[in-house]
């Protein structure tokens, strides 16, 4: 599928399900795998579009817990949750870097947003386009 197109993949591409998350999220080159998406939403449209919506004004929300002058354990929850929710929309570069960057915040480092908050705006971009085109 070429890069910028928000349409689900083939069928013959639905085995990346199987696949840990980096290589699912690489596997199509997509910033969302909206085969897992439909599988979460029971191929409803309207509701894949109700969550992709919710996803994008939460990351939004959460987004501004991120920089470094924050308390420790709270950014870490407000990760914790962006990984989550990534996680439930299929949006694997997102659910990566948050990982990371929670795992980093436990572990009593910094934290470095920088490689969320792009993935962020890759996801959130796509789902705007995603939304645009229905």
């Known amino acids: 599928m070429a890069q910028g197109t928000a349409q689900p993949l083939a069928?013959?591409?639905?085995?990346?399900?199987?696949?840990?998350?980096?290589?699912?999220e690489t596997?199509?080159?997509?910033p969302l795998d909206l085969v897992h998406l439909d599988r979460h939403t029971l191929g409803n449209r309207d509701l894949a579009?109700?969550?992709?919506?919710?996803?994008?004004?939460?990351?939004e929300q959460l987004r501004?817990?991120?920089g470094e002058?924050?308390?420790p354990a709270e950014r870490a929850r407000a990760v914790h949750?962006?990984?989550?929710?990534?996680?439930?929309?299929?949006?694997?570069?997102?659910a990566e870097a948050?990982?990371?960057?929670?795992?980093?915040?436990?572990?009593?480092?910094?934290?470095?947003?920088s490689a969320l908050n792009v993935a962020l705006d890759e996801a959130r971009d796509f789902i705007?386009?995603?939304?645009?085109?229905?």
Request: negative net charge; aromatic residues 2%; glycine residues 12%.
């Open 11 to 24: 069928a013959e591409d639905e085995h990346a399900a199987a696949e840990p998350a980096v290589a699912r």
């Open 128 to 134: 705007a386009m995603t939304l645009d085109a229905e």
């Open 98 to 113: 948050a990982e990371t960057m929670e795992a980093a915040l436990r572990g009593g480092k910094a934290g470095d947003a």
């Open 69 to 71: 002058e924050g308390d």
């Open 64 to 66: 501004h817990r991120l």
């Open 49 to 59: 579009r109700e969550v992709l919506g919710l996803f994008a004004r939460q990351a």
């Open 81 to 94: 949750t962006i990984k989550g929710s990534a996680r439930g929309i299929g949006a694997w570069k997102v």
């Open 27 to 30: 596997m199509n080159g997509e």
